[in-house]
């Protein structure tokens, strides 16, 4: 059976087995007897540290596989998180350590302040600073060991002139990992005189050995010297991308190179410095919304340059809520059905391609359009959840009068009026012109949505589609006891709190259709000096609701007396809010809406917290 050995993380090392045949600095696999069992070692390299194993094995001991079938481990070696600082010349000065990894050159120190005014990043101690490692007349270098072959480090150097009292005076050259970076360098010129602190930085590579050297030699004038060096840790080798999934629906991700394959989250190690590209591909009955994330948006693939550990989230929504949609007087067309539940009219058809550019998606069928019902007509519509709140869009294409004030007619939705001598062919500015017109409705208590076409100030009349949502029922409760029309008890959702009712008429010219039954106005839930939270379970998750609360001030007479705060699924939508300024008085209903997204649980959760006087309240919620 084989069992192959993958090395992750950004240090290196060797991993070994008993019995032999695994010996490897990077990936391998060796193929053991059925039924064996094999011991795998690990030893870091260099400043590496063996942090653990993963996949068949786990911890940082022994790794111990059985090979009852192929067997897959992974040895992760990790480089020192901090960087090298050295005081040159000097002893330890946190976090600076001794002077070590040094040839030739003489040590020196002095007592004088030195300003640090032209240096960037983390500052020096002073005790680094008042010395220094100088070569008189000879070259000293520095091979610092411990790092990965081929690492790239970023090496900064600090100096100070303590002797020479004006430019020219001391000029010397700076060699790192065999490159020339610094040539009769002089301080005093540099930091503008003596006891004045400067840095220079460079990029160089660990050589084969995984040492970092550093020469000072002689150049024009006197001798090569050094206050501090600082060697960063280096650069990972390897970067983690996580890819995590969210929307109602599901899907998989993968990615190339291969390591990503999930349909939740997960996360994977790719080389720095490489392109990852992501795929997503929904599951039956999901669409992919698109990618957010590391640079990511819309719904292509997803690339990602991996310069450091990455997030991509990949959305997918599930099956859009069903609609009922009906080709008025004509034949099923794509998702449209045929023409059914209405009385009277009469049905027509005509081959005139029509124009669809005033309509926003999703856009009917031709097929559609280019059929009505006309005459004086009603469309019956059953199956919906008493008391439920739909979007309705009807479809118009005027197809016979060529001007304006020579079709007008009238539109009733479940008993409202929405529509008064409406003119298609004005609307539309011309014939075969689709439009549209939408409404929101509530079905009625048998469960039906009733629409009635009917005469107005000319010809007759039509309409060519009919569309309507199956969104979810409205939740509608309020702080009271007893069901009143559409609202109910709130008691299942609150979680503190106490009743109170009163039976004053209230106002309610300041809220919007449809208005609350008065009994559902009449009462409140408040909290004497604490916060109340309901809690709305049975929403699709990330679906998006409506959201209004009714307000009645019953108890204080005066703005500023009652503030309150209300957070929404986390999100504070209304701070000291005053019911009586809102509302100008007593008894007086308002209302605020909002919008928000169910959480992950399906849920729509609010929160009355105390604002900056009196109790938090609240008379009724409607969430559709």
Known sequence: MPLTVVEMGNGAGTVTSSPAGINCGTTCSYSFTTGSSVTLTAVASGSSTFTGWSGACSGAGSCVVTMSSAESVNATFSLPTQPLYINAGGGAASPYVADEDYSGGTTASYTNAVSTALLTGTTPPQAVLQSERYCASCTMTYTIPGYISGSTHTVTMYFIENYWTGPNERQFNVIIGGTQVLTNFDVYASAGGQFIAVQRSFTTTANSSGDVVIQ???????????????????????????????????????????GINCGSSCSASFAAGSSVTLTAAAASGSTFAGWSGAGCSGTSTCVVAMSAAESVTATFNGPAPTSLLIDGGGAAAGSWAADEDFSGGTAATYTNAVDTSMLPAPVPPQAVLQSQRYGAFTYTMPGFTAGSTHTVTLYFVENYVTAAGQREFNVVLNGTQVLTNFDVYATSGAQFRAIQQKFTTTAYSSGQIVIQFSNGAVQSPMVSGIAIDQVETTLDFYAGSTATGSFVPDADFASAGTLSSYTNAVGTSKLSAPVPPQAALQGQRYCAGCSFTYTMPGFIAGSTHTLSLYFVENYVTGAGQREFNVILNGTQVLTNFDVYATAGGQFNAIQQNFTTTANSKGQVVIQFTPGAAQNPMVSGIAVQ
């Open 216 to 258: 000072f030699t002689m150049g024009t004038y006197n001798y090569p010297e050094v206050n501090g060096i600082a060697i960063d840790a280096a650069a990972p080798s390897t970067y983690t991308l996580t890819v995590a999934d969210s929307g109602t629906g599901t899907g998989t991700v993968t990615s190339s190179p291969s």
